[in-house]
């Protein structure tokens, strides 16, 4: 229930009309001059409920600085930092495995990647997994190929004269000779089905064992081997996508809260991308993978959390103020009530960026003035 607060004059009676319109009169005043001085800039603050005083109590007002710096648009989203292209390695031909590489050894092209009774099994460079016996006499095929670029690239072809073609040439004869040389090996010319892993990296890591040493081959994989670069992967949500492109720049945040700046390197739908397995939550997502720049600083800091930012638009030297100082004027655009001593005046400003609940602002402030907030 409301109530009329009534004031007497000393005498007992009730003041004088006359004398209640000069005091609404100067109510009004008060009013105007606390918006600005102006009653051409009438001002809302868009974060408050208007109503009457009895469906909600007043807010408190503090002030704070116009801030001159920096701002940018973006998106944050929380990722992984891992070994790159996790790969099943699956055997071929029979026997039994009697050595395998520790978890986390690095193997370079042409070096042994794991052995089968006793000799070794080579890790080359190729798309293409081995079906078939390579030697003199076989018909042509990408798979000869793929053999003499990896013969070529390894040094054991200088001076023969070889081509990187489909063909299974004397010179391709002595330069397998040449590489099982190198081996120790018996020097037979004839590249047996098992005896070589063909991988796309030129170099992996051993990222898991997936086998006993004693035993038998199978249709399981051996191991499992990654990249030896760490890459950073994330999921974003589907009203984010159209901010990662390819090729695209972001700034990956590590765990130790360092930063690395990368390059938006894949974009998969409905798998973990180049990066290790993200689990069966991320089956209907993207994921992108980012190739890093410093892949030291990243090893440092190891496989582990990140946050992922895409950078959008900056500016600099910025007038900054928080979003909760902007009043949307009456008529349209925004204000700001700027704060001199005791005084209050509504100053007109032009929004530019808005980003983290910050705004750019130009108009008659400038850096150091304080605005109104509410508290």
Known sequence: MSRTLETTAPDGTSPAPARKKRRRAVVALVLVAALGGSGALAAIRPWEQHGTASEKPSVGHGTVAVQKGSLSTGIQVGGA??????????????GTLTALPPVGAVVKAGAKLYEVDGRPV????????????????ISDGPDVEQLKRNLIKLGHADGLGLT???????ATVT???????????????????????ML?????RV????AQLGSALGATAVMTVSGTDLVATAQPADNQLSQFKPNGRVTVKLADGSTIDGRIRSLVHGGSGDGGDNGSDGADKTTVTIALDHQRQAKQAGPSSVTV??????????????VTALLALDGGGYGVQAVSGATTRLVRIQLGLVADAKAQITGDVKAGDQVVIPK
């Open 175 to 197: 330069a397998v000779k040449r590489w099982q040389k190198a081996l120790g090996e018996k020097q037979a010319g004839t590249v047996t089905l098992g005896s070589v892993v």
């Open 164 to 170: 990187a073609d489909q063909k299974f040439t004397p």
């Open 200 to 204: 796309p990296q030129a170099a992996v």
């Open 122 to 137: 080579v890790l080359l460079t190729g798309d293409r997994p081995m079906w078939r016996d390579l030697g003199p006499g």
């Open 81 to 94: 930092l891992s070994f790159s292209t996790p790969t099943p390695v699956i055997t071929s031909g029979h």
């Open 207 to 210: 990222q898991q064992l997936g």
């Open 309 to 322: 930012t895409v950078v959008g638009e900056t500016v600099s030297d910025a007038l900054i103020v928080p």
